[in-house]
């Protein structure tokens, strides 16, 4: 097998293995505790602005890129601006997914600040909304008034243990109506339209399918778009430890192909390898097993509702957790760069959400883990010092 062959072999067979989501059959040897540490509960944080700050940076995002800094140099009150460094122009040229995960990064900081008697005051984009393209003006300014008589949110208890979970769902048992109710009363106030479809709509659930496995295609055999996900590879256990965000990859081969010098990340595999070809088969394997999807959807796709979708997203994937529920956003689709135009057309015109009068904020599987299997791991998070300007 010659040198170009290896490295197909590697980038097609393993790395993107871990952007389709299954990276976790080939993490072996784990990563360090240092870079998940921030999962474990805080109780002796005593500064409120740094506690709720905690709790936060726990928030889904894409591409683990947390790109969230935060000044506290105004007492008593945090502002929170994005790291133009950690954007993703490629999948995310307008900012939408990324403002999702910042509205998601300030649901679960209210909800710490309720677990401690205070209330979030949150001023979106203080200093002005950005327009195409996001910028480093503030998103949020937020002061912690203390409110005693605020009840807890019972949604707080659940974020240590949220997942996103990219493994095979058991096709037999889909969420019930019950459980469905409790995610769509998690959102419920927000300008968010809840979705789901599963086995009582056959028709577009497997419709569904059919257009993420065309996305994700797509996305794999579009270089800019799997050169995102390759510059934010943190390939064996120092790169996990030293950066602690992207895409965590402990294969042997793969750590062992990188320490000599065979793996060279600047190349994306051959859209026609085996290896590529063999990574969409294995999401076409868990796409058939998915049970069921849920959508949040908006009327508009303001700057102040991507926020609100992403505040949406956050307390539904906590409900999902106190559900015995599990997730994994199937985003391809609904991204902006012109390669899945068709695609996004086709998610938005089956879910009845045409655009651009409504978007289609987020598309993920949903169901339950077979049983016996176990959770899986949290994300690599970098931890409250690194989130402090």
């Not at 080939?26 to 805080?42: E, H």
């Not at 106030?189 to 789901?196: E, K, N, S, Y």
């Not at 062992?256 to 859209?271: E, I, Q, Y």
């Not at 599990?326 to 012109?338: F, G, R, T």
Request: charged share 20%; with cysteine; proline share 9%.
């Amino acid at each position: 097998m010659n040198r170009r062959n290896i490295l197909r072999l590697a980038t097609g067979g393993v790395i993107l293995a871990a952007t389709a989501g299954a990276a976790s059959q080939f993490q072996v040897f784990g990563v360090p505790d240092t870079a998940i540490a921030a999962w474990r509960d805080v109780p002796g944080i005593t500064d409120i602005r740094r506690f709720v700050l905690a709790h936060a940076l726990l928030a889904p995002n894409p591409h683990n890129m947390q790109p969230w800094i935060a000044d506290l140099a105004t007492p008593d009150a945090i502002t929170l601006r994005l790291d133009p460094a950690r954007l993703l122009p490629a999948t995310d040229p307008f900012g939408r997914q990324i403002l999702m995960g910042a509205g998601a990064f300030l649901e679960l900081l209210a909800m710490a600040a309720a677990a401690r008697g205070h209330k979030a005051d949150i001023s979106l984009f203080p200093d002005g909304t950005p327009g195409e393209r996001l910028d480093a003006r503030p998103f949020a300014h937020i002061r912690l008034l203390p409110a005693p008589s605020l009840a807890p949110d019972p949604l707080f208890a659940a974020i240590y243990t949220r997942r996103t979970d990219r493994s095979t769902y058991d096709p037999a048992r889909p969420p019930n109506a019950e459980e469905l109710t409790r995610l769509a009363a998690a959102s419920a106030g927000l300008p968010v339209c809840f979705g789901t479809s599963g086995p009582e709509a056959p028709a577009r659930t497997e419709a569904i399918r059919s257009i993420t496995r065309a996305a994700w295609k797509t996305e794999l055999t579009t270089d800019p778009a799997i050169m995102e996900s390759f510059y934010v590879l943190r390939i064996g256990s120092r790169e996990i430890d030293q950066h602690r965000d992207g895409i965590a990859i402990t294969s042997p081969m793969l750590v062992a192909l990188t320490k000599t010098g065979l793996f060279d990340r600047s190349v994306p595999p051959a859209p026609d390898s085996q290896a590529t070809t063999s990574q969409i088969a294995d999401f076409d394997r868990i796409t058939a097993a998915t049970p069921a999807y849920l959508w949040l959807v908006t009327e508009g796709n303001t700057r102040p509702l991507q926020i609100d979708a992403g505040r949406a997203d956050a307390r539904i994937n906590v409900a999902g957790v106190l559900a015995g529920l599990v997730m994994h956003p199937n985003q391809q689709a609904l991204q902006e760069y012109p390669q899945v135009a068709s695609h996004h057309h086709a998610i938005h015109t089956l879910l009845d959400a045409p655009a651009p009068s409504f978007t289609v904020q987020m598309l993920a599987r949903l169901g339950r883990l077979p049983p016996g299997t176990a959770i899986a791991n949290p994300a690599l998070r970098r931890g409250l010092a690194a989130l402090i300007a």
